[in-house]
Nanobody, 125 residues
């Protein structure tokens, strides 16, 4: 069974930075789209940034220019660098693996079949 080990969440002041990491066990990240969704209570889970693994990436308009997704294939790990964090970025962030390409448009949860447990990111002064 695939397990996604997430790390890097926490409490940060507005304008601060965090880096989330996700390392899947039991499979090679190279063959999958990977990235991050987030969810707040009462709202649907939304894609934050996704990497297709074939050179395409997606980041939501709300995080464009502040968040960057990257992969380290040698470490079989995907990262989300989050800079200039805002209170509205507060959410539980979930790592996800699945099948997505840019041709699919905006990523949706149904395209991803492996999920991490989630890590809380809180942006507050």
């Amino acid at each position: 069974q695939v397990q996604l080990v997430e790390s890097g969440g926490g409490l940060v002041q507005p304008g601060g930075s965090l880096r989330l990491s996700c390392a899947p066990s039991g499979l090679n990240l190279d063959y999958y789209a990977a990235g991050w969704f987030r969810q707040v209570p009462g709202k649907e889970r939304e894609a934050v940034c996704i990497s297709s693994g074939h050179g395409s990436t997606y980041c939501a308009d709300s995080v464009m220019g502040r968040f960057t997704i990257s992969r380290d294939n040698a470490k079989n790990t995907v990262y989300l660098q989050m800079n200039n964090l805002k209170p509205e970025d507060t959410a539980v962030y979930y790592c996800a693996l699945g099948y997505w390409t840019k041709a699919h448009g905006r990523p949706v949860p149904s395209q991803f079949d492996s999920w991490g447990r989630g890590t809380q990111v809180t942006v507050s002064s």
